[in-house]
T-cell receptor, first 113, second 111 residues
């Protein structure tokens, strides 16, 4: 149980375009999901907390207009990176809360050229 | 943001050796978690600790919640090649569900 999937697993896009990443809880419902980004050889950095049916809560320094989060159902949250720049290239990981703990998706590798 | 102090940063060990890593914090936590992350994958929860002094095992892994609630350790006994990866500790206060992360311990097994 507590399986979280992400799609796509990797994506390459051009500067200025937008990219959408999906996070799904496969065998449970999640009222709360989290979005992280991780740079090479570093720990996870929380970007935002996504709550079903309400606005996401962004961490300090994270631009909410650039990283759009939509948690439209109890099993799906999406992160859209708008007007992507090369510095947005990173590993994006979502997690969903089940039984009080966070279970993580496999991550999405974003490369902006 | 706030981080836990996790050590060592990396470990080079022989297959079959025991491994020990730990995390310390200046804050008191009510939950300690240990995750393992393989390259290109998301973290996988290994052990969750909820009570000061708690000692919990998961196969060859053993973790303890420090009595002071400011530290935790993870031990791996008789390491095998598939143990390689990065191990992260994470702590949580009761006030919210946000996790505070350690910087990770990279485990490398020498051939």
């Amino acid at each position: 149980g507590a399986v979280v999937s992400q799609h796509p697993s990797w994506v390459i896009c051009k500067s200025g375009t937008s990219v959408k990443i999906e996070c799904r809880s496969l065998d449970f419902q999640a009222t709360t999901m989290f979005w992280y980004r991780q740079f090479p050889k570093q720990s996870l950095m929380l970007m935002a907390t996504s709550n079903e049916g309400s606005k996401a809560t962004y961490e300090q320094g994270v631009e909410k207009d650039k990283f759009l989060i939509n948690h439209a159902s109890l099993t799906l949250s999406t992160l859209t990176v708008t007007s992507a720049h090369p510095e947005d290239s990173s590993f994006y990981i979502c997690s969903a809360r089940a039984g009080g703990e966070q279970y993580f998706g496999p991550g999405t590798r974003l490369t902006v050229t | 943001g706030q981080q836990l102090n996790q050590s060592p940063q990396s470990m080079f060990i022989q297959e079959g050796e025991d491994v020990s890593m730990n995390c310390t914090s200046s804050s008191i936590f009510n939950t300690w978690l240990w995750y393992k992350q393989d390259p290109g994958e998301g973290p996988v929860l290994l052990i969750a600790l909820y009570k000061a002094g708690e000692l919990t095992s998961n196969g060859r892994l053993t973790a303890q919640f420090g009595i002071t609630r400011k530290d935790s350790f993870l031990n791996i006994s008789a390491s095998i090649p598939s143990d390689v990866g990065i191990y992260f500790c994470a702590g949580r206060e009761d006030s919210n569900y946000q996790l505070i992360w350690g910087a990770g311990t990279k485990l490398i097994i020498k051939p």
